[in-house]
């Protein structure tokens, strides 16, 4: 099954999604570190990268997926499109997909958070405060999973996503 994990940076989306990943012995998709290295790269370096990021995460998660693996996938997944894709990556490959949004509703913890995290991948640039809240994300208009992390540590967080999987 395809795991599509969203939400705004700071809100412990890779904390959660690398832990669901081990507990699944699931492939863990993170479009940070696949942007990271297209602008490491230089071919990234040349040119705006734009959507080439999720769109390495659409056909790595395929492939994984159509190989019969568990996917994580881990981004900010902003939009309609970007949600829709990750849907049809799994209907393409004959999977479930399962959306998860992961929130933190108490905006104080938010910014803090945010303001206090270090990056785990080496020179990856964290986006500000201010980059958080003027980020382009709009609101959910379909049936997915919430976790609010303002209320959930990170393993409560994963087991409630685990409670709502499809059993096979």
């Known amino acids: 099954m395809l795991i599509a994990l969203g939400g705004l940076p700071g809100v412990g989306k890779t904390t959660i999604a690398i832990e ?3 507990r699944l012995a ?4 993170r479009i940070d570190s696949i942007e990271h290295a297209i602008r490491q790269s230089a071919a990234g370096a040349a040119v ?16 994984n ?12 997944n902003p939009w309609p499109l970007t949600r829709d894709a990750w849907v049809s990556v799994a209907r393409r490959a004959g999977v479930p997909a399962v959306e998860v949004e992961i929130v933190c509703a108490n905006l104080d913890e938010h910014r803090r958070r945010v303001e ?6 080496p020179e990856f640039m964290l986006p500000t405060w201010q980059d ?23 393993a409560d967080s994963v087991d409630a996503i685990q409670r709502a999987l499809p059993r096979p």
């Open 20 to 22: 669901l990943a081990r």
């Open 132 to 154: 958080v809240v003027t980020r382009d994300y709009r609101a959910w208009d379909r049936d997915r999973v919430v976790i609010d992390t303002s209320t959930l540590s990170a």
């Open 48 to 63: 705006p990268i734009e959507d080439a990021g999720y769109l390495v995460g659409y056909a790595i998660a395929e492939d």
């Open 26 to 29: 699931a492939v863990h998709v």
């Open 65 to 76: 997926l159509r190989l019969g693996r568990t996917v994580v996938t881990d981004c900010v």
């Open 116 to 121: 206090s995290r270090r990056p785990d991948i």
